[in-house]
């Protein structure tokens, strides 16, 4: 929610709201296909914990491995998918949380469909999370997104 106020550690994604959103859209706007990813700057990125970075480093990889493509920022966040990829959801199998997004990428890159990725300069939020609650947060996250990259890589198209 953008209620003014950052929640389990998302308050970057307020920063972002606030301040890079529009020309996020903007740059989506002039070509509505394929996917547009918000990445962090390798400057960003290495702002954010050891653990964290560990685990998105290796749900890159993943996707670099099983595309045969460049590793990206695939985990910030904020995202748009073109609309008539919404017709797949409703063959996910279970639960997947943070995997229906890696799942969609899967598809609209088994489609063929561009990617376009748009560097921003974001800070990561204050109230981050720390410790074993990271950890645990990064595992179950993981879990989702190769999940997803799995039933993306299946799914009949």
Do not use: C
């Amino acid at each position: 929610t953008l209620r003014g106020e950052a929640t389990d550690g998302e308050g970057d994604k307020i920063d972002f709201a606030k301040n890079h959103a529009r020309v996020f859209v903007q740059e989506f706007l002039k070509s509505k296909e394929g996917i547009m990813l918000a990445v962090r700057s390798k400057k960003s990125f290495h702002k954010y914990p050891k653990y964290q970075k560990a685990m998105e480093k290796f749900l890159w990889e993943s996707y670099g491995s099983l595309f045969g493509s460049k590793t990206t920022d695939i985990s910030y966040g904020p995202r748009i998918f073109p609309e008539y990829l919404v017709r797949y959801m409703e063959h996910i199998e279970g639960k997947i949380g943070f995997g229906w997004q890696s799942y969609l990428m899967t598809i609209s890159l088994r489609l063929e469909l561009p990617l376009k990725e748009i560097v921003f300069s974001i800070d990561p939020p204050p109230d981050i999370q720390k410790g074993q609650e990271v950890v645990l947060h990064r595992i179950w996250q993981a879990k989702d997104y190769l999940n997803g990259f799995i039933q993306g890589l299946r799914i009949n198209l």
